[in-house]
């Protein structure tokens, strides 16, 4: 089985500050993980990924994430939140060695970036 | 054009009436799905297709049943709908062979479906 935990459903930050967002992830099995946005009325975009190899992955828009097997977590940071950034942010998990979650993404339940100018 | 089509995007429907939400695709994936979204949930799987002679249930299929009409087209149906199927459904395509196995989903739009 595999989850996916995200700490807090809102975080707000300034213009040009730290952009810090929480995942932990559960799975029996090396994971992929992934990060998604949602900008309003949109679907969803993909982030980043991490698959194997590097474990700090960058993806778009200066966004990176980090992860750290020992702690099971894969937090998104960004150094300078611009205001482009407010979305609603989903970490997911997949795994592709098999077992019942094999293939399939299960999402956490989103964080809303607020960023205030 | 959008990779992922939804159709409609927006519907307002009465408790036990059937509704059908469409989903089709350029992007020529296998792989085909279904969620739902809701405010402090996230995404929750319904469906899943492999390809088109494959398909499974995922973690909240009852009430619902799928359709894959070809490789390009997979419809959701709410035989009866209820009103906590209120919901935002987002159609997703993947093809890990292309993406070196990673399995990156690409979205839809959404269909906004309310049930009074």
């Known amino acids: 089985a595999q989850s996916v935990t995200q700490l807090g459903s809102h975080v707000s930050v300034s213009e040009g500050a730290l952009v810090l967002l929480r995942c932990n992830y559960s799975?029996?099995?090396?994971?992929?993980l992934f990060w998604y946005v949602q900008y309003p009325n949109q679907g969803l975009q993909l982030l980043l990924k991490?698959?194997?190899?590097?474990?700090l992955v960058k993806g778009i828009n200066g966004f990176e994430a980090e992860f750290k097997k020992s702690e099971t977590s894969f937090h998104l940071t960004k150094p300078s939140a611009h205001m482009s950034d407010a979305a609603e942010y989903f970490c997911a998990v997949t795994n592709l060695a098999g077992g019942t979650s094999y293939g399939k993404l299960t999402f956490g339940q989103g964080t809303i970036l607020t960023v205030h100018p | 054009d959008a990779d992922v089509t939804q159709t409609p995007r927006n519907r307002i429907t009465k408790t036990g009436k059937r509704i059908m939400l469409e989903c089709s695709q350029t992007k020529g994936h296998d792989r085909m799905y279904w969620y739902r979204q809701d405010p402090g949930l996230g995404l929750r799987l319904i469906y899943y297709?492999?390809?088109?002679?494959?398909?499974n249930k995922g973690e909240i299929s009852d009430g619902y049943s799928v359709s894959r009409q070809a490789q390009a087209k997979f419809s959701l149906s709410l035989e009866s709908a209820i009103p906590n199927q209120t919901a935002l459904y987002f159609c997703?395509?993947?093809?890990?062979?292309?993406?070196?196995?990673?399995?990156?989903?690409?979205f839809g739009a959404g269909s906004r479906l309310t049930v009074l």
């Open positions: 997703a395509t993947s093809d890990p062979a292309r993406d070196a196995g990673a399995n990156v989903l690409t």
């Open positions: 991490y698959t194997t190899g590097a474990t």
């Open positions: 799975s029996s099995v090396p994971p992929y």
């Open positions: 297709s492999f390809d088109v002679k494959d398909i």
